[in-house]
């Protein structure tokens, strides 16, 4: 197939998508180029790229089919708040970013949203919330799309009463590499007919199919909710809470874990005081009813579970603005610890009753090399964070690499993941055959080439 140049490239895409929506000049390509991987472990984006901003389903087939024909690389692009650099355009080629593919349609008699792919989070929350409904899904950053959320499967803080995104997806309209639209799902809580071609496309990264609309689910709007800050001496007594509140029956809509020094840091950051003396780490709980009476009786049940297992005095927040403060200051974590030097944060996973032997073997890890792991996570999904340092004297890419894979092993051994909700992008895949076996990934490939036989969509992302 002929090689095109780059102005040819940008004069078919111009024809498409007419002549505003292609930005091409170096200048102006900046924020395409990166999204929010650590620092550290950003890849480096190609130099020649141009970025499309195609409206609908069919401005993306087309786009899809022409790179198809000649062989160019296309990168979907959501908010670009990825922390794998996913998104990031490794090779020459096309940026397609579903910014301008917006719209939300709630069907409240089924409880679901039809949803453009470039709507962000926070258009998302807000439509539902005024039409008195809920979209629970909080990954920490808003601004990411309902797109880059479907694709990247995304959990966050709110997974435990309601599931990460794959729970709330019901319905996607995507385009194949090869330019057909497909309809996937529906608003149906039930479809078995055929292979489930929609639960491949979510989590699949941007490298199976380009989504352009996302059928969510939603809940009724809760009539009340409250946040509870539980204060333990030991990692141990705190995650050790965590399977006790789960086997109660009592499902929280958060359960979080912090540490002290953190919080304060945090708290500090962002010109506020975070509200606990006591205690070296917390599990954060919120609780969400259907009205006030169910709210106090569940934070009651879980305090008492709690104090069973040593927490010290609890604090109970209930009027809006005191439990947004507490979440704002669990998501200046993130800011502080890059600021601090991070190398990496960690996204491992272990069953949630495993967190207390996982933090030992982390602690003797850290021992050995004389250094110490923040740790932060969401501690009712076993889903922990561990946070490597810099350090002086070292080659840190070296350190990094030989404390990562101690700590993926840890994870391993105890039944765990080595991305949990993060997914693998660019930046894990050296990492995926500690998960994965041979088959797996040859399965995988496979997959990949069914739907993208010239292997045009986000190449070098997610599989080896
Ligand atoms: C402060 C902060 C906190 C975060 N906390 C969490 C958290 O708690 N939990 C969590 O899960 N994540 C978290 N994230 C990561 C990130 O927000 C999620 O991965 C999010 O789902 C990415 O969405 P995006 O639209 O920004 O996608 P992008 O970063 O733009 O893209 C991510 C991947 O999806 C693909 N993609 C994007 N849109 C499409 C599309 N329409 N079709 C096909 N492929 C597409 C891209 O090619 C890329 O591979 C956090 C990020 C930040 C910066």
């Given at each position: 197939m002929e090689k095109l140049g780059m102005e040819r490239v940008v004069e078919a895409l111009k024809e498409i998508v007419g002549e505003k929506n292609v930005v091409y000049e170096r200048e102006k390509l900046e924020d395409y180029?990166?999204?929010?991987?650590y620092p550290m472990l950003r890849l480096k984006p190609a130099a020649n790229v141009v970025v499309v901003k195609p409206l609908n389903a069919e401005e993306v087939s087309r786009i899809l089919k022409f790179a198809n024909e000649h062989r160019i690389p296309v990168f979907p692009r959501g908010?670009?708040?990825?922390?794998?650099?996913?998104?990031?355009?490794?090779?020459?080629g096309i940026v397609l970013t579903t910014e301008r593919m917006k719209g939300i349609e709630i069907d409240r008699e089924n409880l679901m949203a039809t949803v453009?792919?470039?709507?962000t989070l926070e258009e998302l929350i807000k439509a539902s919330e005024e039409a008195g409904l809920f979209f629970p899904l909080h990954p920490g950053d808003e601004t990411a799309h309902i797109g880059g959320l479907a694709a990247t499967n995304a959990g966050g803080?709110?997974?435990?009463?309601?599931?990460?995104?794959r729970n709330y997806v019901k319905g996607l309209e995507v385009v194949l590499p090869t330019g057909e639209i497909l309809n996937l799902g529906g608003k149906l809580q039930k479809d078995n007919t055929g292979y489930d071609l929609l639960d491949l496309i979510v989590g699949s990264e941007g490298t199976l199919a380009v989504i352009t609309k996302v059928i969510v689910k939603l809940h009724p709007k809760p009539g009340a909710s409250a946040t509870l800050i539980a204060p333990f001496n030991s990692r141990h007594e705190a995650v050790g809470t965590v399977p006790k509140i789960l086997q109660s029956g009592i499902i929280p809509l958060a359960i979080e874990y912090a540490e002290r020094e953190l919080m304060e840091k945090a708290a500090k950051h962002i010109g506020e005081e975070w509200p606990v003396k006591e205690g070296n780490c917390y599990l954060l709980i919120i609780v969400v009813g259907e009205n006030r009476d169910q709210v106090l009786y569940e934070s009651q049940k879980i305090a008492e579970i709690c104090e069973q297992n040593h927490s010290l005095e609890i604090l109970f927040a209930e009027p809006k603005h005191e439990q947004e403060k507490i979440l704002r200051i669990r998501s200046a974590a993130l800011p502080v610890l890059e600021a601090e030097g991070m190398v990496d944060g960690l996204d491992t996973a272990v069953p949630p009753a495993k967190i207390g032997e996982f933090l030992d073997k982390i602690d003797k890890i850290a021992e050995k090399y004389g250094t110490s792991f923040p740790v932060a996570g969401h501690a009712g999904d076993g889903n922990i964070h561990v946070c490597i340092m810099k350090r002086e004297g070292v080659n840190l890419e070296e350190y990094a690499e030989k404390l990562r894979h101690e700590i993926y092993e840890a994870a391993l051994e105890l039944g765990g993941t080595i991305s949990a909700e993060h997914g693998i992008g660019g930046v894990r895949l050296k990492s995926l055959p500690l998960y994965l076996s041979e088959k797996e990934i040859d399965l995988m490939r496979q997959i990949k080439k069914v739907f993208d036989p010239n292997g045009i969509l986000n190449p070098g992302k997610k599989i080896p």
């Open positions: 180029l990166r999204d929010e991987t908010g670009g708040t990825g922390l794998v650099g996913g998104a990031v355009p490794t090779r020459e453009g792919a470039g709507v803080v709110r997974a435990v009463k309601y599931g990460v995104m």
